[in-house]
């Protein structure tokens, strides 16, 4: 007999179901796999991603592993209360959850045959140990610029590259680029998570803690206390992201922060759904942002600004993506580099911090 608390049950469950299959292909793997004993953990993958974590059933007497199906799992743990005790008991051909005056029966399925992931050879500790918070500043910080479903599939995912003693992180769809740098003690290397790789390790990096960082030439692993995650990594050459900022311009602007997001979200109103730019007009102390659609309606705005050239300069660029930039930026003014002279992207930072940038490529108007 295996006993539970119904509330811890439910919070690992939420945590590693994001881990599970998007379509049920492969029917063992809609189970999630409870081991139970010294190292209780529940642990669900769709053999590209895995999540493992680690929940208290220290009154069981028993060792070994088990299988339940996931979804269901969950709507029995959501319609108990969560301060409820539940037990499972294991009988020769089912497996039996009682919770309260509720019993359920499920037939039994051998956790032999669950595809449970584990360290490969060729991975090694990439860190020891590195602040979990830390961790996850890069990739939210950059995590807005992945492609989605992008054919060029090296880029539905978030590039980390470290040379020196210096992580660099960056995410593109051809269009934006976010990028970001800390220093790190790491040994060289590079390598590229997925999309569903990324939402799964950010779920290791959750608590605030410190975690290891395993890297093969195949897959990451991140381990916490309470929460592991896995995933493959892509098998792809990155492009270099370095050109982007080769051509950042001479023409720098500087703009409150506050000023611009209001001013590019009134504009956003007056937009069609399918076209998706703005006109900027950058001109002495302004920034003249101006928006029309199918059916000749506009939207003008302006916003102060200064200037580094007393020049007058427009540029096309989709609002969206300028917002999605700024919104992870914490201080007070924005910086924006352009070059008057070519067609290059808007290079948007921090005022006085280099740490973390945005490119932003223009569109026709």
Not at 235 to 247: I, M, T
Not at 258 to 274: E, M, T
Not at 300 to 315: G, H, Q, W
């Amino acid at each position: 007999m295996i006993g539970f608390n119904v509330g811890d049950l439910l919070n690992s469950l939420n945590v590693v179901g994001l881990a599970k299959p998007s379509r049920e292909v492969i029917p063992i793997l809609g189970n999630v796999y409870i081991n139970y004993g010294a190292n209780s953990h529940l642990l669900v993958t769709d053999m590209d991603v895995q999540l493992a974590s680690r929940i208290d059933i220290s009154r069981s007497d028993l060792s070994g592993s088990l299988l339940l199906p996931l979804g269901k799992l969950v709507g029995i743990c959501k319609v108990h209360d969560k301060s409820e005790d539940g037990v499972i008991n294991i009988g020769a051909n089912n497996l039996s959850i009682r919770i309260g005056v509720g019993r359920y029966t499920f037939n039994k399925v051998s956790p032999d045959d669950f595809p449970v992931q584990v360290s490969r050879e060729d991975e090694e500790s990439l860190c020891p140990s590195i602040s979990s918070p830390l961790m996850k500043k890069c990739v939210q910080l950059v995590e807005h610029a992945q492609a989605i479903n992008d054919v060029r599939y090296y880029l539905n995912g978030i590039h980390f590259e470290v040379i020196d003693n210096v992580m660099h992180v960056v995410a593109t769809d051809g269009h934006r680029l976010a990028y970001f740098r800390m220093d790190v003690d790491m040994k060289n290397t590079n390598f590229t998570v997925p999309k569903k790789g990324v939402e799964v390790l950010k779920k290791a990096l959750d608590q605030e803690e410190q975690v290891e960082i395993k890297v093969g030439n195949k897959s990451i692993e991140i381990v916490g206390e309470q929460v592991s995650a896995r995933s493959n990594l892509v098998d792809c050459r990155y492009p270099d992201y370095r050109q982007f900022f080769k051509q950042k311009g001479d023409l720098k602007v500087l703009v409150k922060r506050a000023d611009l997001v209001n001013g590019l979200r009134r504009a956003v109103i007056i937009l069609d759904l399918k076209r998706r730019a703005i006109k900027l007009t950058f001109d002495k102390d302004k920034i003249e942002i101006f928006a029309t659609n199918a059916a000749g309606e506009t939207a003008d705005d302006d916003v102060p600004c200064s200037m580094s050239k007393n020049i007058k300069l427009e540029r096309g660029f989709n609002p969206e993506y300028i917002l999605d930039a700024i919104s992870v930026i914490g201080s007070e003014n924005i910086e924006m580099w352009i070059d008057p002279n070519s067609d290059s992207g808007l290079v948007i930072m921090g005022e006085g911090d280099e740490s973390y940038a945005a490119v932003v490529m223009q569109m026709r108007l």
